[in-house]
């Protein structure tokens, strides 16, 4: 286990993790700051506050960042489970660097594709993340129970 | 630590982490197709991409996959911070897997129910897995605070 | 790895998860409850049941509990993610319990001002947790890439 910890590979999931976590940060926080400038609110006592007014959805930007928001919370906490899996399971380091990094531009690329609306490229890399996020689980779970049987 | 990730609850944990986990990802997958059919998109450039149009909520069929995957999310989270809690807590190995069972097979009847429109199905599935959730973390906390205490 | 699950900083983690989990878990369950007086229903087949009928939003405190628990989910998982790398990092145990337990005081203090509608407390809480928790990935990250290089 200590080992685990100290190899290359948990520095890897480590800066993932790091910079996935930061990126849902701050698209949750760029959601609410984007309420400002239209004054459209989730709460009363917010548009009371700041003037404006309550609403539902609001404006098209803070529904945008709200859905790829939600789209990294969704995806981040099934790479964190299969991420911890992978790094206690004893399975290749190498694969592992490559399924993390793999994870890692695939988001990215991601949200980048979903705040710029460029269809394709959010389909392709959804789906490239979804692979990583499989690969990682699969393997993961082979190793240990492999281990334990 | 390396005792506790090579005992036989630890496998335990990892086969019902990677089913709930997978089923929440296909979840969500489930829910970005079932878009396709209807043509009904959350956003604009998809309904220009694929013909069709941009709609707040969607299909009946989409709405009800999306409220069954955030159901999802929203109780594997604590199902993975207590789990891991009970792992390095040391507390019963018997106990965890009664609890970690009971959860998998909690959560699989709730999504059935879910889909399946079984309403008192669901909530006492429901119920179920949020007490095997409490007992996870109530006997994890337990042992972890009488262990530093 | 043992001495760090052995160690105050690691009992501190651990009732700060457990009650932040709790209080998730309980947000959830409350906004299910909040359905029942009102009778408004996420779902058709539950409005059958229990009479009343199905809505997309609901009654206003149901929608108020509804965001005050998927705003703990988004707070929760980042926090659990860079609490982990924190234990594992070796990085001071004092400042991680100064921390853990501002981001404690600041979640509780955010879900009362949710709760009571206190929009100036909900959002200088809100950035006290969202500074606790970049302290935490910040200082986690430090020292895990300092060990690894």
Not at 72 to 93: D, K, T
Request: charged share 15%.
């Amino acid at each position: 286990m200590d080992e685990a910890l100290n190899s290359p590979m948990f520095a890897v999931f480590t800066v993932v993790l790091v910079l996935e976590t930061l990126k849902t940060l701050f698209l949750g926080t760029a959601t609410a700051y984007s309420r400002l400038a239209p004054k459209q609110f989730l709460n009363q006592e917010d548009a009371d506050w700041l003037g404006g007014k309550a609403v539902t959805v609001g404006h098209p930007t803070t529904a945008r960042l709200m859905r790829a928001h939600r789209n990294n919370i969704e995806n981040l906490l099934p790479f964190f489970i299969f991420g911890c899996l992978y790094v206690v399971s004893g399975a290749s380091a190498m694969a592992g660097m490559i399924y993390f990094v793999a994870f890692l531009i695939a988001r990215s690329a991601h949200t980048f594709a979903y705040l710029t609306k460029r269809p394709m490229l959010r389909r392709n890399m959804y789906s490239m993340a979804w692979l990583a996020i499989l690969a990682t689980g699969g393997q993961a779970a082979f190793a240990i129970l492999r281990g334990a049987l």
